[in-house]
């Protein structure tokens, strides 16, 4: 593997995958918008030569809502082109919710969670170029981040938001001990990129991505939040006791940005250079950390 794998990553392509996600409209749970998108999510992951497993389950996230379809996409490359992929071989988790906040507006969601969901079918491409590297991954789509009404503050029960990586969570626990991290991605594509990771990220990892920054040029762009942030690396942490942490631009959500969870929401706020700082900054962490072989 190239030791530069890193420079592979396109923010060019990434954006071109989030706008064709951004093209299926809101894609609330449960809409048939979703489904479609998790098709597409799943043909693009099998063109790159990952085995796309779909994890589906029923739920009620607000009482009296009656019962949602949720389904989580979870990717691994298989030693051999075509046959079933071990899953014993990743050490690392890759997370992106692909969900978008059901609002009585007509909302797209671009940043959220286009923008990471997009990313990270474009990592699947750079990833599978170094078949060996890509097998020590597990790629995540979570269903279900977003709340209803709001993500509820008890990550173990819920029940509103959250729902597919506490799932997936609860899925993984007995895997748990092959896994290294976690990482997940949400709203990295603003123009105005300004990474604010949780202040309780476990130090070892917000420290790799500080470092990757640092080499790259791009510390400026990545701080920490005033506190913790409730995503899905939170379900991950506390339920399958996996050190796991988000990379997040939760400026996007402030009072002097008005686009967060609006109709304004849209492509048009992001930018090719935001994604591919995110992914290459993401991808030199990842190849420190489990070396180049
Ligand atoms: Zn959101």
């Known amino acids: 593997m190239s030791p530069e794998l890193w420079k592979e990553f ?44 779909r994890q589906e389950f029923r739920e009620t996230p607000v009482s009296g809502r009656g019962k949602t379809v949720f389904a989580n996409i979870i990717a691994r490359f298989p030693a051999v082109k075509g046959q079933p992929a071990s899953r014993a071989t990743q050490r690392v988790i890759i997370g992106s919710h692909f969900d978008t906040k059901l609002m009585p507006i007509r909302f797209v969601g671009a940043n959220d969670a286009g923008s990471s969901t997009g990313a990270l079918l474009e990592l699947s491409r750079v990833l599978a170029q170094s078949p060996e590297f890509a097998q ?51 709203m990295i594509g603003d123009k105005e990129l300004t990474i604010t990771l949780p202040s309780d990220t476990p130090p070892n990892l917000s420290g790799g991505i500080f470092k990757a920054a640092e080499e790259l040029g791009f510390r400026n762009k990545f701080g920490f939040a005033p506190g913790s942030i409730l995503d899905d690396h939170e379900p991950i942490a506390r339920i399958a006791r996996i050190p796991a942490m988000d990379i997040i631009d939760f400026n996007y959500t402030s009072t002097e940005n008005q686009f967060w969870h609006t109709a304004a929401d849209s492509v048009d706020k992001l930018s090719a250079e935001s994604l591919e700082i995110v992914g290459r900054v993401t991808l030199k962490m990842l190849i420190s950390e489990l070396g180049v072989k």
């Open 136 to 186: 020590q991954f597990e790629l995540v789509f979570f269903d279900g981040e977003e709340g209803v009404e709001q993500i509820s503050r008890n990550v173990e029960s819920g029940p509103d938001g959250l729902v597919g990586s506490r799932y997936y969570a609860k899925q993984v626990r007995s895997r748990a001990r092959q896994f290294r991290f976690a990482i997940v991605w949400d």
């Open 10 to 53: 396109s923010g060019e392509k990434a954006l071109q995958e989030t706008q064709r996600l951004v093209d299926f409209g809101p894609r609330p749970s449960g809409s048939s918008a979703i489904e479609k998108t998790r098709q597409y999510i799943s043909e693009t992951l099998a063109k790159n030569g990952w085995e796309a497993e």
